[in-house]
Every structure is written in C-alpha cells, then in structure tokens.
C-alpha cells in the first residue's frame, strides 16, 4: 500500500476524494508556524543539553508534521496519551517550555498537569501508555461522551507485547481510540526491517483495527487522514491505527551517535522529504506567506528560543520532601519516619 | 449503559449477621461497593458469566452488567493497563488476577506504572485500584497456580499490599480497599476461600477495624506467632495444640503487609520475648525477613530467642505431590516454638 500524500517533496498538492481537505490560507500557515515553532524549540533544547543544563533531550526534529498535524485535527477535549518525542504535540496543546524540558532537567520526574491540557504525562517504559489510553477510552464509553483519544507510539514500541495487547483490547473492546504510530524507521540503532516484517498498519488490521498508512511528513495528508479517522472514531465507527511514515533525522537521544549505526546518505535522503520545507513551497507558490508573516514569524521563533532558554535555567529545584510526601495519597508510618530522620539528619549537619 | 442494581445484599441480609465462608464474604463485600459506588468496576479474566474461576465475582456481571463487570481478553499486563487508564477516567477499578502465578505478565505494569503515577505526577493522578490475587499453595494444583508473590509488591513504594485472613476481614478489607484513594494488592487465601469450617458470622452494620493495621487475634504469654494470610490459620491451629501442653502462645495477623502495622507485634514481643514468623513465602529476602529485623531494631533487650521463621522453602513452588513438604504446617510451627522456648 502506498502511502497518502496530498503534497509531495517539491510543495505539489494534489486532491484525494477519500481524505477531504478545505485548504485554506489560514490553515496552512497554523501548521507551518506551529511545526516552526517546535523544531526552534527543539533546536534550542538540543543546545541547553549541550550546554550542560538539562541531562537529556530526545530531539523531535522530522517529525513535526505527524505530530502538529494529527493533534491539530482532534478536538482540544480529546485526551493525549504521548510517549516521550511528542513536543510538538504538547506544544500545540498550550504546554510550555518550562513544562517540557523539567524532566529532562532531572527536577522532576512530569511537567504538567495532564487534566489542564488533556494531554498525559510522559511515558518511558515503551507502549505502556496504550493500554493506559485503552482504558481511559473505555471510560469515555461508559461515560457516554463523544469524546476520543488519541495515543502515539513508535515503530520500537510496536515491538512490545502491550502494543499488541493494545491493538486486540481496542479491537475487541471497540473504544473510541485513535492509535497514531510514528514509524521513524529507528529504534536508537534498530532499523524498522530488523523489528517487524509485516508493515505495522497491516499488522493492526489483521487485528481487526481500521489502519491506514500516510506520508508522515506530508502535513496536509496527515491533518486530513486523521480528520476524517477521528470523526469515524467519534461517530462508533471503533477504534482505529493511523501508520504515519516518517523520519527520526537526530539521534535517538542525546546520549546516541547515529553515525555508527546509519549511512549519511539515509538522512540526506529524508532532508529532502523535510516537512517544514515542503509546506512553506507550498505557500511561496500560493503566495500566502508574504514578507510580513515571514519576518514576524522569524522574530517569534527567536523569542520562543529565549525564552526557552531562561524558563529552563529558571526551574527551581524540587524540596526533598515532596519524594516522601507523594509516593502515596496518604502518608505511612514508614514514609513519615524515613523523612523524619533524614531531616533530623541534614539538621545536625547544618549545626 | 449501565443494568440496574438489584440490593440483592440487603435481600439476603434481614439482619446485619450472616455466616459467610472467605468466598462468599468477598462476594457481600465486592457487591456491596458496587452499590455504593457506582464507578467501581469489576475486571479480570472469566469473571463475568462464570464468577471467576473460583466462583469470587458470581453473579455480579448479571446484576450490575457487562460494563462494570468485565470479562477481559487474557492479558494481565493488558488488565492493568487498563485499569490505569480507568483510573485516570475516574473510575475505580477491581482486577481480578486469576492465579498468583499470572500475576508476572502485569508486573511491568504494576511496578512502573500503578506504584509510580502518582509520584511521578506529584500527586495529580492518583491509582484508586485494586488488584485481587487468590495466592498460596495447599489447593492440589499445577505449577505456578499455587505462588505467594507478595514479598516483591511490598519491596515496590508507591502500592499498599494487605491480605485478609477470615470471613469478617474478607468482607470488611475488601471494601476499605476499594475505597483507598491508593492502589491496593489483595491477596486473598485460595485454600480457604470456600472452607465450611472458616465460615464465620460477619456483622455487616458494625465499624470494621482500619484497613492498615493488624489484629491480636489470641493472647498468649510464652511466645508470639506472627502471619497473614493463609499462615494464620495454620498458627491458630498451632496455638490450640500448644495449648493442650501448657504453651500459651499469642497469635497475630498481620493483615497489612505495606505498609507494615507492627506495633502490636513490638507490644507482643515485650511480653513473651519470642517471635515465630510464619509464610509460606520463600524466606530470602521476604516480608517474614523484614519482621525479624524490624523487630530486632524496637525489641532487641526483650528478646529472650532469636526470631524464627517457619516459611516455605527457596525453591520454586513444588509439584503438588510434594506441597505438604513446602508448606508450613503445624507441626513445623510447633518444632519452631519448640526451638524459640529452648533457646
């Protein structure tokens, strides 16, 4: 199956009669700015670790149109249940800098709360966010709403057996969830080939999952795919896989090297299939991006950068109280006597 | 989409006393806060038409419905995942784990997710849950139905374990689990679930002891027994022998593994100077070791012995031909009290 696309590398568009798309002026300079607004964030994260003031990064960078581009085409009441790449998702969802990057910082183990943005925490342990999404749909069906939710994974996470308990639970259970997986064809130095043999949509439909494939690096196809399959979700239509075909162009991390492990030529390749690059060809040729927007948008992304890099270096650092005082609602007797002595202890330090 | 509750509780109950087996006073208590709480659903393997291998959930699903009691595909991890994501819904959900053995599958789940949301989100999301584990050996059955995991729930922070012991604590634990605003593991005893000579007169109208403590439940001077679960009644039977010989030995259950409720064990060992712990748990590294130290850290001038334990052995579960061997009985407990009394 070949994947939709609606606007190729070189910023062609072209109509697809099953994904509907109302192209606009409007809409196409939204997902352009908030896909530019993610990767200068990304970019500026990427430095502040290099910098030495946070731990970690996990760079988005190639993947901002799967993600700008599904979460742009639920509704704000949907919830989110992220993996841990998903920034410029969070950030179409009003999470802020300083929200993003505590964790990586090491101050605290989440950033935000997840009943304000109706989008979850982070999730490191690989897939076990879906079956997290899986229940929480199944709430949303005894609750009756019209309400979706919308989970991302990776092509790695696909490999994990929640993954596929997932996919039959969903499947079995038919609740209103939108699985969106991310194949970035890497899984740190594990190429797609080496962790699945059947493609990952195919994979769900023998599941009984609708799935489809899309060019994830095609924004407008993305955004109209996910429209239309999340309104199939909405309406009882059961739960769905949208596969979105797309490229980790960092490092898995920080701490990675892809030079060991990836030809130069792979990335070069995919640099070519940009997501930014093809929507703003799009825009140039339409002549709906002039100077002004241009320029304003240039100046708002450098003052995102900033303040990025201040909230970060603002982040206050967590009392060690608050280890003892939330591992549970309520307090043990345990809890409050290790606390206790360790405080008595640092205080005859301090005498 | 819910069916509408049937209080087939009070239908059954005209007085508040009933005589229940473990079973059946886990079915009361499961039952009865469903009707009080309409967000409480139940989860789990074959626990809706059949009730649940061992008949626990039976007729539940009939009355409340198939969507507060639900039949799951089989997947335990998938069972608590889920269960974590109905939790964040609001909803408080009881899985059922059909063996203790089958508890493994779910364990990534449970250790990394149900003990750390609400660390992780500082308090923001809480885990109101409870996963149901009929647990222990004695029932004649094959590998890994027979395991008592709890040892490895208690060493996680961020879940509460407990495990009830008789028909009263069954009904009563139960539901002041399902109300606990943390995640709670229930390990229940298999072996007893539907003992005729357990059956016991549970008062439904009285106020029931707190969930996290534990219960004296025979005095005795010369020796203090300590265990939960199926254990205590091993112990019980242990003191009734030892007291036809003049051993008046005090018997507690534990009741709450984490967190730990040892005051009345520290208040026991003052007097009698002598602690037996007693599970069926592997001793290495299990909740009878983190007795004896506790123990030895607040009572260390009144022991007269050092504490015992009487535990299955380091090996995995053994074929059933050969349980009797593995399983604390008592004449093991005695020969262990024999041992505490000599020293």
Redesign the interface.
Known sequence: MEPVQLLDPDGRLTQDENWPLELTPELCRDLYRRMRLARRFDEQAYVLQRQGELGLWLQSLGQEAAQVGSISAVRPDDHVFPSYREHAAALCRGITPAELLVQWRGSRNSGWDPATYRFHIYTLVLAAQLPHATGYAMGVQRDGTDEIVLAYFGDGAASEGEANETFNWAATTEVPLLLFCQNNQWAISTPAHTQTRTSLHQRAQGFGLEAHLVDGNDILAVHAVTAAVAERVRSGGGPAMIEAQTYRMAGHSTSDDPDRYRDASELDSWKTRDPIHRLERLLEERGWMNDGFRADLEAECEVFANRTSQECKQLPLQDVSTLFNTVLAEPTPLLTEEHRRYAELVASFAE | ??APVISRAAEQSPSATQKLTIGKALNLGLRTAMENDPKV?VMGEDVGKLGGVFRITDGLQKDFGE?RVLD??L?E??I????????????R?VCEIQFDGFIF?GF??IV??VA?V?????????MPMVIRVPFGGGIGAVEHHSESPESYFAHT??L?VVSCSNAVDAYWMLQQAIQC??PVLFFEPKRYYHSGALRAEVDTAVTPAPL?SSQVLRTGNSATLVAYGPSVKVCLDAAAAADEDGTSLEVIDLRTLS???LGPVFESVRKTGRLIAVSEAPANSSLTSEIAMRVQQECFYSLEAPVLRVTGFDTPYPPTKLEEHFLPDLDRVLHAVDRALAW
């Open positions: 989409m819910a659903i969507h799951t595909p997947a991890s998938g608590i995942g889920t269960a974590v994501g109905l939790a964040i819904r609001g909803y959900p599958p990534d789940q990394s997710q750390k609400h660390f992780r989100s500082e308090g923001r999301l809480r922070a961020g509460r605003e943390d996290f967190p730990l409720d």
